[in-house]
């Protein structure tokens, strides 16, 4: 298994409180993704990094932020947490060869609920 | 917007049979990939197809690319209980970014 390891696994919330979710890969992969993963809407990118510094968004970023200070570490943070966050947060990790011919890797997932 | 979408949504079949999935994309590709999830855990990277192969087998799976039906299928051969759980197809977004769109998938039951 690839070395991905997301924390918390598990955490309960309150609408209005910031929420920081740490994934840490021990893979040296130059790219990291999060994701959430919502029944009915599948997998969908929130942000991702292509390296240290270096983020960009996905498609439902609205809401979060993120921080890339090491190759290791990928932080997604909720600056206000709204009920609508509630959802199960994936990271992944790839090693960014040219043509996107590289499989991705994933942590087991955050389950967060947003009370 | 989804790029690829599987079908059907969920399939139930007994241990020993074989089980079809199938995905399809919308803009032009240079590879497909296929994922499996298993209850309560991340995505596992199964098998990688590029756009100039017909078809890919490892082990008990068989993936078949169509890039003219812009279309694929995944093929479990003689399904076991352990075969249970969900499969994505998966997509490159254009650019080196190794961004993948995610179908909403196919859940599989494997009946012992």
């Known amino acids: 298994d690839a070395g991905i390891t997301q924390s918390p696994r598990h955490k309960v919330t309150e609408t209005g409180t910031p929420v920081t979710l740490r994934c840490h890969q021990t893979?040296?992969?130059?790219?990291m993704y999060w994701y959430r993963q919502d029944p009915g809407h599948g997998l969908r990118l929130i942000h991702y990094?292509?390296?240290?510094?270096?983020?960009d968004k996905g498609e439902v970023s609205d809401g979060y932020s993120v921080s890339r200070s090491k190759t290791e570490d990928f932080l997604l943070t909720l600056e206000s947490a709204t009920s609508s966050q509630t959802s199960v947060y994936f990271c992944a990790i790839s090693e960014g060869r040219i043509n996107s011919r590289q499989p991705q890797h994933f942590g087991d997932g955050t389950r967060l609920s947003i009370l | 917007s989804q790029q690829g979408e599987e079908d059907p949504q969920a399939l139930s079949i007994q241990e020993g049979e074989n089980a079809t999935m199938n995905c399809s994309y919308k803009?032009?590709?240079?590879?497909l990939q296929w994922y499996r999830q298993n209850s309560g855990r991340g995505l596992v990277h199964l098998i990688l197809i590029r756009s100039n192969e017909r078809e890919k087998h490892s082990g008990r799976l068989r993936v078949t690319l169509d890039t003219s039906k812009k279309s694929s299928s995944l093929l479990i051969t003689a399904s076991r209980a352990a075969d249970t759980a969900s499969y994505f197809c998966a997509t490159p977004v254009s650019g080196n970014t190794g961004k993948l769109i995610f179908g909403q998938g196919t859940t599989l039951q494997v009946k012992p």
């Open positions: 803009t032009s590709i240079n590879n």
């Open positions: 990094s292509y390296g240290v510094k270096d983020t």
């Open positions: 893979e040296n992969h130059r790219y």
